[in-house]
């Protein structure tokens, strides 16, 4: 059974940064597509940066050049990077990965496990 557990959120102020962390579990390595995803209340759950098994990452244009996605392989963990936080950013942010599947793909119903999402929240 294959399991991701998302940490790292929390509160902070407009300027500030937090790294969140989503350990796998279940599975031997993290060589496939993983990502991170973003979601407010009522809203429809977005994509906010992509790690292709291979290829290039993708970031959504509203994190470019403020958040980086990465991974540990020797602790299958997954990492997201985020700096200069803006009040935009609040939400809940979800780990999810594409495991057995052909091609890396950005929607969100391509990914078939999911973590169970941790909170951000960025103060004016």
């Known amino acids: 059974q294959v399991q991701l557990v998302e940490s790292g959120g929390g509160s902070v102020q407009a300027g500030g940064s937090l790294r969140l962390s989503c350990v796998v579990s279940?599975?031997?390595?993290?060589?496939?597509?993983m990502g991170w995803f973003r979601q407010v209340p009522g809203g429809e759950r977005e994509g906010v940066a992509i790690l292709p098994d291979r290829g290039i990452r993708w970031y959504a244009d509203t994190v470019k050049g403020r958040f980086t996605i990465s991974k540990d392989t020797a602790k299958n963990t997954l990492y997201l990077q985020m700096n200069n936080l803006k009040p935009d950013d609040t939400a809940m942010y979800y780990c999810?990965?594409?495991?057995?599947?052909?091609?890396?793909?950005?929607?969100?119903?391509?990914?078939?496990?999911w973590g169970q999402g941790t909170q951000v929240t960025v103060s004016a």
């Open positions: 279940g599975y031997s390595n993290i060589n496939y597509c």
């Open positions: 999810a990965a594409q495991i057995g599947t052909r091609y890396c793909e950005r929607a969100a119903i391509r990914f078939n496990y």
